[in-house]
Each structure stands twice: as structure tokens, then as C-alpha cells.
């Protein structure tokens, strides 16, 4: 039986490998799977899923008209003799609240896997609609762990900088890397903001 993951961490948490590994083990049996990434997400190309470690995929994009169930359901019409075994989402919390209804949809009409890997919270620690609507809808949750930049805890959080100064003010979505953006800790959060 198919069943809608969600899987989150903060930046530099390894997300996007994740996918890029998991699309490996599927196409290493011979088994088709279908990656998305929000075109709001791309760091450069929209149609590629790139992890910092240097490897990288090619992936559909998805705009803010992009009917997930219809993308899907066209994407197996095209070639009816291919299986499509998963679904993979990068940067899921760029989604909006009707394409994670559509991806219920994908598992529950067509019985396909979907894997939504994406941040569950941004950096004034809100949660992102995807991100959200994901944590409500999915069947299995899971976060993938990483380090806290400043010390040796769990990463919950993101800290923003501008001007190498933690900020937390300004539009919710603002794609960046790591002069933009690190993962920490509670602690070392709400220490940057006490200092600032």
C-alpha cells in the first residue's frame, strides 16, 4: 500500500542527496521513479535537484499552476509500458496547500509511493505552507538530523543572515547557501538574537 512521506531537516541537513540516493536505489532495480523540484527552490536550474556535496539530477519542475495528480497521470500516459515505482519532491515546502492534496491523491488513486523531502520551518521559525499542510497530510514523518553550526547539538533551526548579521526579518522565501543561511540549535537561535 502506497503512502505520502515527509521527510525534513534544516539546511545542510542532506535532503537533497537523500533523494538523489534514494532515485539511485530504485533505477538500480530497474524501477522508474519521477523526481519534482518547485521552480521557487532552484538554486540556478530549475530543472535539476543539486545537493552541496556536488551531485545532482534532473527534475520536473513545478510551477504554481502545476496540477501534481494531472503532472503525474501525464507523465505514465506518455509511456504506458513504464511503472513508475515513487515520487520524489525536493524543497516540498514550496508547495502550495492544493498540490499536497494532489499528491494524496497520487498515493491513494494511482498507489504510488510519494517521498516529499523539504525544511519544515523558515527562518523566523514559521512553518512554510508546504511544510505545514505535509506534517497534517502524510502518512509517515521522519526528520533527517544534522549539527548545530555553532556546537555539537541537533539543528532545529534556521538563523538568516544579512550583511553577516543573523536577521530575522524580511520575506519568508529568499533562496540562498551558506553565507545566507545556517542550521542550529535552539540555543544558539535565540543566543544570536540576545547578541545582535
Request: charged letters at 25%; a negative charge; hydrophobic letters at 35%.
Amino acid at each position: 500500500m502506497a503512502q505520502l512521506y515527509y521527510k525534513y531537516g534544516t539546511m545542510n541537513s542532506g535532503k537533497s542527496f537523500e533523494i538523489i540516493k534514494v532515485a539511485h536505489n530504485y533505477e538500480e532495480q530497474g524501477k522508474q521513479v519521477l523526481i519534482y523540484s518547485p521552480s521557487v527552490g532552484a538554486r540556478g536550474n530549475e530543472d535539476r535537484v543539486g545537493s552541496r556535496v556536488g551531485f545532482e539530477r534532473a527534475a520536473i519542475p513545478v510551477y504554481e499552476h502545476t496540477d501534481m495528480l494531472v503532472s503525474v497521470k501525464e507523465r505514465i500516459a506518455a509511456d504506458s509500458s513504464v511503472k513508475i515505482y515513487c515520487v520524489l519532491i525536493d524543497e516540498a515546502q514550496f508547495l502550495h496547500k492544493k498540490q499536497i492534496a494532489q499528491l494524496t491523491q497520487v498515493v491513494d488513486e494511482l498507489n504510488i509511493p510519494v517521498m516529499a523531502f523539504g525544511l519544515k520551518n523558515d527562518f523566523q521559525n514559521e512553518l512554510f505552507e508546504g511544510s505545514y499542510h505535509l506534517l497534517v497530510q502524510a502518512d509517515k514523518i521522519e526528520e533527517i538530523k544534522t549539527i548545530c553550526w555553532y556546537c555539537d547539538r541537533k539543528a532545529t533551526m534556521v538563523i538568516r543572515f544579512l550583511d553577516g548579521q543573523p536577521t530575522n526579518t524580511g520575506e519568508q522565501i529568499q533562496i540562498g547557501g551558506n553565507e545566507d543561511y545556517k542550521p542550529v540549535c535552539r540555543r544558539c537561535y535565540h543566543t544570536a538574537f540576545r547578541q545582535s
